[in-house]
Antibody, heavy 119, light 107 residues
Framework: QVQLVESGGDLVKPGGSLRLSCATS????????MTWIRQAPGKGLEWISY????????YYADSVKGRFTISRDNVKNSLFLQMNTLRAEDTAVYYC????????????WGQGTQVTVSS | EILMTQSPATLSVSPGERATLSCRAS??????LAWYQQKPGQAPRLLIY???TRAIGIPARFSGSGSETEFILTISSLQSEDFATYYC?????????FGRGTKVEIE
């Protein structure tokens, strides 16, 4: 079955960097587009980045553009999010998600990884 | 960026009653709208995509309607497991955007 497992979340100081990973299994990773979404404590969902199946099309939310970089390794079936110049407002649970069976929306999500930016 | 506005922010409903949740887009998104349910400590679950198509395994008491800028999620008879927060998401334009959510609580 489809599995998405995020890792790499941690406590980091403002201005620091972190790299999140999303390990996948149960589907042909190379054929699917991937998305990162985050959720700040007590807040709603925020879409932050998308990468196409081949990695040739990428989009970012304005809130992370220029600081975050999405990438993927189609051999290791993994998705990544390199986060630089972190701010307190980046504190959130970060989810990776995909669309497999539906023709819209995101029908599979990981359990999330916690990123805390604080001095 | 398309702004998604959900109302109300909180909806108090008794079990067995109908719940009607609204989502409005700041510009036309055709039918490129999804609804999600999220319970505390869990990842969101896709309920509806294409504004009105139920995702796999979603009970028939959940239905979606609307197009362009106005969308509705209806839960026909609330069950105890339906008390949660619901989010709409547009995927017509980049960046994709979510509404702020409607919390459905027990009256």
């Amino acid at each position: 079955q489809v599995q998405l497992v995020e890792s790499g979340g941690d406590l980091v100081k403002p201005g620091g960097s972190l790299r999140l990973s999303c390990a996948t299994s149960g589907f042909p990773f190379i054929d699917y587009h991937m998305t990162w979404i985050r959720q700040a404590p007590g807040k709603g969902l925020e879409w932050i980045s998308y990468i196409s199946s081949r990695g040739d099309t990428i989009y970012y939310a304005d809130s992370v553009k220029g600081r975050f970089t999405i990438s993927r390794d189609n051999v290791k079936n993994s998705l990544f999010l390199q986060m630089n110049t972190l701010r307190a407002e980046d504190t959130a649970v970060y989810y990776c998600a995909i669309r497999v069976a539906a023709t819209g929306g995101l029908d599979y999500w990981g359990q999330g990884t916690q990123v805390t930016v604080s001095s | 960026e398309i702004l998604m506005t959900q109302s109300p922010a909180t909806l108090s409903v008794s079990p067995g009653e109908r719940a009607t949740l609204s989502c409005r887009a700041s510009q036309s998104i055709s039918s490129n709208l999804a609804w999600y349910q999220q319970k505390p400590g869990q990842a969101p679950r896709l309920l509806i995509y294409g504004a009105s198509t139920r995702a796999i395994g979603i009970p028939a008491r959940f239905s979606g309607s609307g197009s362009e800028t106005e969308f509705i999620l209806t839960i026909s008879s609330l069950q105890s497991e339906d008390f949660a927060t619901y989010y709409c998401q547009q995927y017509n334009n980049w960046p994709q955007t979510f509404g702020r959510g409607t919390k459905v609580e027990i009256e």
